[in-house]
């Protein structure tokens, strides 16, 4: 499995160079967002982009259940890698790909099952219920391949290799925008098309990755195998894996309600936010993905008592996050309008204005956000991932809270939906250094020999 050992060597090449292809991975995905944004909103029209777009943020909710899970795994992996514990971690790999599936299993059903009603929470518009509800009936039926994809992937990971889920991820991604030209450019499949091509690419990595840890893992094999549950490590996995879930949902959650306040301003605003958040994820996403790498590096850390290379990796990060966040909120600062023209027509000026107006809004805050996905990271590695659902309802209940008070003003509206984001993220990193500074003098003290 070309395992990386992350307790070991200089400890700011180590991170960096672990992160490096999750954050390649993260970019692949998001270039993919761009392209399958632009090839809709090019060759399918604005109705097709707002559907589109909302059904974007209601898929990363459902499918954050099972990143969450995974996420959660990965951090017990890590730790019984960090302790070389090869029968804990087999058994953490039954018991977290038992809930995996089963919660797939459930989500998918119950998602094909209320998508009506699913529509009716979200304010979708009448004009574009119809295509909304075609392309996510096509597209729930990818959650299973998610689940998979992203259970494999978190294992990798967690034993220091992140680069395969790259390989896997990079294959999905070029199969998918191939796949999006030929539907919905060539052959005008629309929406459908659309989805199509992306469950299709999904589970091709989810299988691809699957079939390739099989072949590479002796854990992995032995555990399913010889396939069962132990009481204490279903525990150990539920304590992490179910709180990461919960921060994750309640994050996405809040999303997706916010989603639903920009909806019930109509299509216009609608096609303007889809535009605008990806190319805010394209900015801002790379921190998202060096933060799961750094809790990677914290938990193996972590397992293995190394508490002095825990202090060093903290203070890499945050060094690392806010000049990133820095350079990133200068070029969208410059370029906000070139990069919304690459997604809607020149004479769509009030679309392009609304998008530009929300990339200036948030764009000068992104060290809010990379410092929250540090802190996210760090309490999820340390055995207190319940600080990090704390930091989310702080995070997203103020921007939810705000956004449907601010919106509702006159005078601010939809710009008050913008304003609301970087005030949530700046409250939650205040509570989380807060509590940071309470337990830093112990909770890193190194052990007497």
């Not at 672990?18 to 692949?28: D, E, K, Q, V």
């Not at 729930?140 to 889920?165: E, Q, T």
């Not at 200068?330 to 809607?344: C, D, G, H, Q, S």
Request: include cysteine; proline fraction near 3%.
């Amino acid at each position: 499995m070309n395992q990386k050992d992350l307790t070991k060597g200089s400890v700011f090449p180590t991170m960096c160079l672990f992160a490096l292809p999750m954050i390649l991975g993260n970019i692949l995905q998001q270039g993919y967002n761009v392209v399958d944004t632009w090839v809709v909103g090019r060759f399918a029209g604005s109705n097709a982009l707002a559907a589109v777009g909302s059904a974007f943020a209601l898929m990363t909710f459902l499918t954050s259940v099972l990143l969450g899970l995974c996420m959660g795994s990965g951090v017990v992996f890590s730790l019984c890698f960090g302790r070389q514990d090869e029968k804990g971690l087999e058994n953490s790999i039954c018991a977290s790909f038992l809930m995996v599936a089963l919660i797939a299993v459930l989500l998918t059903a119950a998602s094909i099952l209320g998508v009506d009603r699913i529509l009716v929470w979200m304010n979708i518009p009448p004009e574009i219920k119809d295509i909304t509800r075609d392309y996510l009936i096509i597209i729930f039926w990818g959650i299973p391949a998610v689940a998979i994809y992203n259970f494999f992937g978190a294992y990798i990971k967690a034993l220091g290799n992140s680069v395969i889920p790259l390989v896997f991820l990079g294959i999905s991604t070029l199969l998918n925008i191939g796949l999006d030209i030929l539907l919905v450019a060539v052959y005008s499949q629309g929406t459908a098309g659309a989805a199509i091509a992306t469950i299709l690419s999904q589970y091709i990595s989810g299988f691809g990755i699957g079939i390739y840890t099989l072949a590479r893992s002796r854990e992995v094999r032995r555990a399913f195998g010889h396939f069962g549950i132990k009481g204490r490590s279903m525990l150990e996995i539920a304590n992490y894996s179910v709180l990461t879930c919960l921060q994750q949902s309640v994050m996405n959650l809040g999303i997706l309600m916010v989603q639903g306040i920009v909806n019930s301003f109509g299509t216009t605003v609608m096609a303007a936010f889809a535009a605008a958040v990806k190319i805010d994820a394209f900015a801002y996403m790379p921190v998202q993905e060096y933060g799961n790498a750094f809790s990677t590096f914290i938990a193996q850390n972590a397992g293995a008592g190394q508490n002095g290379r825990i202090r060093k990796g903290i203070r890499y990060g945050v060094m690392t996050v806010i000049s990133y966040c820095a350079a990133a909120s200068l070029v969208l600062w410059f370029l906000a309008k070139p990069l919304m023209l690459i997604f809607v027509s020149p004479e769509k000026t009030d679309i392009v204005e609304e998008g530009v107006r929300y990339l200036h809004t948030i764009g000068p805050f992104y060290f809010g956000i990379g410092c929250l996905f540090l802190f996210y990271g760090l309490y999820r590695a340390i055995g207190r991932p319940a600080v990090s659902v704390v930091l989310t309802v702080i995070s997203l209940g103020t921007r939810v809270a705000l956004s449907y008070t601010l919106s509702a003003v006159p005078e601010i509206k939809v710009a008050g939906i913008w304003w609301s984001i970087p005030i949530g993220w700046g409250l939650a990193d205040m509570a989380g250094l807060l509590y940071y500074l309470k337990i830093k003098s112990t909770l890193f003290r190194d052990k007497k020999r």
